[in-house]
């Protein structure tokens, strides 16, 4: 089990409170928070957290408007998944 935080603090304050007013795709596993309201993204492997970052991608690639909360959103989400150790350590074995 792969768990992908998301501190609301780095991340220009994405809660979990906020993300559940966006209608974004969730990933398999879906969003859960911390007692902080930080987003928790959990994932089977880091193969189906890349795959999830693309499915995110494509998503917000579809959005009209990069400025839009949905699309900083995403692009917050596949920021936190690049940036995860585990993912990075995956991608380059």
């Known amino acids: 089990m792969l768990r992908i935080e998301i501190p609301a603090k780095e991340y220009s304050g994405l809660t979990f409170s906020k993300l559940e007013q966006l209608e974004l795709p969730s990933p398999t596993n879906g969003f859960n928070s911390e007692i902080n309201d930080n987003v928790i993204l959990s994932f089977d492997d880091e193969q189906e957290?890349?795959?999830?970052?693309?499915?995110?991608?494509?998503?917000?690639?579809?959005?009209?408007?990069?400025?839009?909360?949905?699309y900083?959103?995403?692009?917050?989400?596949?920021?936190?998944?690049?940036?995860?150790?585990f993912v990075q350590t995956y991608i380059q074995s």
Not at 72 to 85: L, N, Q, R
């Open 49 to 70: 957290a890349i795959d999830y970052a693309h499915e995110i991608d494509k998503y917000a690639e579809s959005l009209k408007d990069d400025s839009s909360p949905e």
């Open 72 to 85: 900083i959103a995403a692009a917050m989400i596949i920021t936190a998944i690049g940036k995860d150790e």
